[in-house]
């Protein structure tokens, strides 16, 4: 059973970065995919990036793509989400995911194991 933590969020202004870290319990991270999702207040949680298990393959929501990164170390047991040119419509609280699958889903129901969240707010 995996256990994630979430951290990195906090408060930025728009066209700021941030970097979240998202930290896995076990020895068996490496089988699964990872995804990042996000949600904002009165919104439904909505998929933001994914990874697969071994970082060669990136999925990205149009609304994000070209400004955040999603990668992994293995050895660490941790996935990254770099977010870059933030922009107020990104305030959300950041999520991530861990679904034993090949390759990352979009569907949140895909996941098995969430972090408990970490809240991120884009000031404009």
């Known amino acids: 059973q995996a256990q994630l933590v979430e951290s990195g969020g906090g408060l930025v202004q728009a066209g700021g970065s941030l970097r979240l870290s998202c930290a896995a319990s076990?020895?068996?991270?490496?089988?699964?995919?990872m995804g990042w999702f996000r949600q904002a207040p009165g919104k439904e949680r909505e998929f933001v990036a994914g990874?697969?298990?071994?970082?060669?393959?990136?999925y990205y929501a149009d609304s994000v793509k070209g400004r955040f990164t999603i990668s992994r170390d293995n050895a660490k047991n941790t996935v990254y989400l770099q977010m870059d040119s933030l922009k107020a419509e990104d305030t959300a609280v950041y999520y991530c995911a861990a679904a034993r699958l090949g390759y990352p889903s979009k569907y949140a129901n895909a996941y098995e194991y969430w972090g408990q969240g970490t809240q991120v707010t884009v000031s404009s």
């Open positions: 990874i697969s298990r071994s970082g060669g393959s990136t």
């Open positions: 076990g020895r068996t991270f490496s089988s699964y995919s």
